[in-house]
């Protein structure tokens, strides 16, 4: 695995053993680890704990591993994903990646191979982790898409059905959170974090604030 500074990894498996593993391979390398069993307990964290790559397993009881990465997406898109599952066939890797998942691995897990890609991925997002402050809520992150669809505060107002003031302080939390004085540092700052792709389809915001 090639030198990277040390990294914040969230890991979600259903499987203890699997956690433990993965928590001190990574560890011995000198990353920082959490380990999830399920999505609900992971989200939770994500609301406010630190993630510089999230690593999900796809098969697990209840919310699956595709559903986490949805979730991450709306709420976190600047997060990188890495999927791993036991099950792996071409249509769920095809699914994951069109999610938005940066890569799709199997398992098991070869040491070096895991290792080489988790390296990458934070090396790729190195610089996405100091633009944020905290998080960005689903109110924020709506904003954020309509603002960057060019709408002005009147229009995002009507289009969520809030007053104007609201909108306004949604936008200024989003402009402190992103660390941006003006829409064009606002527009810089996304670029940054890859949610704003020319050659891409926009993804969706959540679809209420």
Same mark, same amino acid.
């Given at each position: ?36 069993? *399920?999505v609900a307990d992971c989200l939770t964290y994500l609301a406010s704990g630190r993630c510089d790559l999230l ?7 209840? /919310? ?35 999610? *938005? ?9 070869? /040491? ?7 390296? /990458? ?31 002005n505060n009147r229009q995002i107002a009507d289009e969520l059905h809030r007053s104007t003031r609201t909108i ?10 992103? *660390? ?13 974090? *890859?949610?704003l792709r020319l050659d891409a389809p926009r993804r969706q915001g959540p679809s209420t604030p």
């Amino acid at each position: 695995m090639e030198s990277t500074k040390p990294g914040h990894v969230v890991f979600v498996d259903d499987e203890p053993n699997v956690c433990d593993t993965v928590r001190k391979t990574l560890e011995r390398v000198g990353m920082n680890v959490v380990c999830f069993h *399920g999505v609900a307990d992971c989200l939770t964290y994500l609301a406010s704990g630190r993630c510089d790559l999230l690593v999900t397993d796809v098969k697990m009881p209840g /919310r699956s591993g595709i559903d986490l990465l949805n979730e991450v997406k709306v709420r976190l898109p600047w997060i990188p994903v890495l999927v791993i599952t036991g099950y792996g066939d071409v249509p769920m890797a095809v699914a994951a990646l069109k999610a *938005g998942a940066e890569d799709f691995l199997e398992k098991p897990l070869d /040491r070096e191979t895991f290792l080489d890609t988790v390296g /990458r991925l934070l090396k790729q997002n190195a610089g996405c982790a100091s633009l944020l402050d905290q998080c960005l809520t689903k109110a924020e992150m709506k904003v954020l898409y309509l603002v960057l669809d060019g709408k002005n505060n009147r229009q995002i107002a009507d289009e969520l059905h809030r007053s104007t003031r609201t909108i306004e302080v949604h936008r200024s939390h989003v402009m402190r959170k992103l *660390g941006a004085a003006n829409l064009i540092e606002l527009l810089r700052r996304v670029a940054d974090l *890859g949610l704003l792709r020319l050659d891409a389809p926009r993804r969706q915001g959540p679809s209420t604030p």
